[in-house]
């Protein structure tokens, strides 16, 4: 870095981010050195939270507004750095600003058929797909568990991870949800709030929440589906028949 470019982040005394992106999750703000001058000129924007970390750990997280940075907004900064009686010199601190506003229109989908069993029909195999949508809810929470000290962090970068627990958590609603597969068709609306709220349980694990999930589609193979088919006629039309068919 040039001596311009030094002297111009020593007078940088506003700390912000205006987001122009559809994808980003965490941006760092960067400064020489990391250093953040005395009573610099914090302003979070609202659907941002802002997290400084003092040397590798999360200090002090603040909500949207605009700050004048001092001990006695930043308590646990000041703990950290041994400021007793405030401070008057520049201090080293990584900025991280989270966006938390909903990223819509995620795709989810099982690569692989999931296997899932009936006593009826037996072992089936299944394939779905849908969308859903996600914000991020603890921004501290975020950056430790998933985001790290990444200067920038997207939703393509977080993607696979979500899809894949989402797999797991729908195959685990279908056999929670004591809906018959004949129906998953038809209960479409039901399934997907099933899975909603196994998902939240493990995405706040993650300082995450889904906003919205939709189940789209579900398909099975063509045989089972004639079968579930001549079950159905068989069910109303004759019970003696459809014991004999049950054997």
Same mark, same amino acid.
């Given at each position: 870095?040039?001596?311009?470019?030094?002297?111009? $982040?020593?007078?940088?005394?506003?700390?912000? !981010? #205006?987001?122009?992106?559809?994808?980003?999750?965490?941006?760092?703000?960067?400064?020489?050195?990391?250093? +953040?001058? @005395?009573?610099? /000129?914090?302003?979070?924007?609202?659907?941002?939270?802002?997290? =400084?970390?003092?040397?590798?750990?999360?200090?002090?997280?603040?909500?949207?507004?605009?700050?004048?940075?001092?001990?006695?907004? @930043?308590?646990?900064? &000041? #703990?950290?750095?041994? !400021?007793?009686?405030? %401070?008057?010199?520049?201090? /080293?601190?990584?900025?991280?600003?989270?966006?938390?506003?909903?990223?819509?229109?995620?795709? !989810?989908?099982?690569?692989?058929?999931? #296997?899932?069993?009936?006593?009826? =029909?037996?072992? +089936?195999?299944?394939?779905? %797909?849908?969308?859903? &949508?996600?914000?991020?809810?603890?921004?501290?929470?975020?950056?430790?568990?998933?985001?790290?000290?990444?200067?920038? *962090?997207?939703?393509?970068?977080?993607?696979?991870?979500?899809?894949?627990? +989402?797999?797991?958590?729908?195959?685990? &609603?279908?056999?929670?949800? $004591?809906?018959?597969?004949?129906?998953? &068709?038809? $209960?479409?609306?039901?399934?997907?709030?099933?899975?909603?709220?196994?998902?939240?349980?493990?995405?706040?694990? *993650?300082?995450?929440?889904?906003?919205?999930?939709?189940?789209? $589609?579900?398909? @099975?193979?063509?045989?089972?589906?004639?079968?579930?088919?001549?079950?159905?006629?068989?069910?109303?039309?004759?019970?003696?028949?459809?014991?004999? =068919?049950?054997?």
């Amino acid at each position: 870095m040039g001596l311009f470019s030094m002297l111009k $982040n020593e007078f940088i005394d506003i700390i912000e !981010w #205006t987001d122009d992106s559809n994808d980003t999750l965490v941006w760092k703000f960067p400064r020489f050195q990391n250093e +953040i001058k @005395m009573n610099a /000129k914090l302003t979070v924007r609202e659907s941002q939270q802002v997290v =400084f970390l003092n040397e590798g750990v999360i200090a002090d997280v603040f909500m949207p507004g605009m700050f004048t940075l001092q001990t006695q907004n @930043m308590p646990i900064m &000041a #703990t950290l750095k041994g !400021w007793k009686y405030g %401070f008057n010199s520049p201090f /080293k601190a990584d900025v991280f600003f989270i966006s938390t506003r909903q990223f819509i229109d995620q795709k !989810w989908g099982t690569k692989n058929a999931i #296997t899932v069993s009936d006593e009826r =029909f037996g072992m +089936i195999e299944l394939r779905a %797909f849908g969308s859903f &949508a996600f914000k991020v809810e603890d921004a501290g929470k975020f950056i430790k568990e998933i985001a790290g000290t990444e200067a920038q *962090y997207t939703t393509d970068e977080i993607g696979g991870q979500l899809r894949s627990l +989402i797999v797991t958590k729908f195959t685990n &609603a279908l056999g929670a949800g $004591n809906i018959p597969i004949e129906k998953f &068709a038809s $209960n479409l609306e039901e399934l997907s709030q099933l899975c909603t709220d196994k998902l939240n349980d493990d995405f706040a694990a *993650y300082g995450l929440k889904i906003t919205k999930f939709l189940v789209e $589609n579900v398909s @099975m193979p063509d045989g089972i589906k004639k079968e579930i088919y001549e079950y159905s006629r068989l069910n109303k039309i004759d019970m003696q028949k459809l014991t004999q =068919f049950k054997v």
